[in-house]
């Protein structure tokens, strides 16, 4: 079955420090995609997405990620963590076989963040 | 108002209640989405529309029944729930093509006795 994996549930790491979330896909066909960030009692919001197009993808708030099909990964990063980036970070992905007309999501990452 | 606008941000009921969930989005969007959020499980895609036309149904019990009236709102009516329908409701759109490109409300939060 196709899907994305969230490795941690929850990660913890002092501001200033580099942020790291895992995602791992499993397709046999490059899927597209993305990012979202859920901040408390809010909806999600897109962080940046991948479409087949530059595999390094910048996106808001200082986040990057990078698409390694050899390792079927789109990790997410972020040089140095801000107090303001404490939230939920989803993985989702969506294929060519749907029209890419369907997104499936992570189980989600709380990042917390420490001062 | 700007964005994609949820109504009623919480909701309690109880089992025999019917209530509605409203969504409405000020984006010019053509395709509206519902989306369960429950503690510990990944979201789960509910109803797909686009152009006004239920196009998924992800295998959703029918005390679940979703109103598509135009582009630009989307209702939820909720009817003889139970308790495990407790969760976070979000509604999203996005233009028909770019399902991966959605925005957001900011939920409401059911919660059923």
């Known amino acids: 079955a196709q899907s994305v994996t969230q490795l941690g549930s929850h990660v913890s790491v002092s501001e200033g420090a580099l942020v790291l979330l895992r995602c791992n896909y499993s397709?046999?066909?490059?899927?597209?995609l993305f990012w979202y960030v859920q901040y408390p009692n809010q909806g999600l919001q897109l962080l940046l997405k991948?479409?087949?197009?530059?595999?390094l993808v910048k996106g808001i708030n200082g986040f990057e990620a990078e698409f390694k099909k050899s390792e079927t990964s789109f990790h997410l990063t972020k040089p140095s963590a801000h107090m303001s980036d404490a939230a939920e970070y989803f993985c989702?992905?969506?294929?060519?076989?749907?029209?890419?007309?369907?997104?499936?999501f992570g189980k989600g990452t709380m990042l917390l963040v420490s001062p | 108002e700007t964005g994609v606008t949820q109504t009623p941000r919480h909701l309690v009921m109880g089992m025999t209640n019917k209530k509605s969930l409203k969504c409405e989005q000020h984006l010019g969007h053509n395709a509206m989405y519902w989306y369960k959020q429950s503690a510990k499980k990944p979201l789960e895609l509910m109803f797909v529309y686009n152009f006004k036309e239920q196009t998924e149904n992800n295998s959703v019990p029918s005390r679940f029944s979703p109103e598509c009236p135009n582009s630009s709102h989307l209702f939820l009516h909720l009817h003889t729930l139970q308790p495990e329908d407790s969760a976070l409701y979000l509604c999203?759109?996005?233009?028909?093509?770019?399902?991966?490109?959605?925005?957001f409300g900011e939920g409401s939060r059911l919660t059923v006795l």
């Open positions: 991948y479409t087949s197009a530059a595999t």
């Open positions: 397709s046999s066909v490059p899927p597209y």
């Open positions: 989702a992905v969506s294929y060519p076989n749907s029209g890419y007309s369907t997104l499936t």
């Open positions: 999203a759109s996005s233009q028909v093509g770019q399902a991966g490109e959605l925005f």
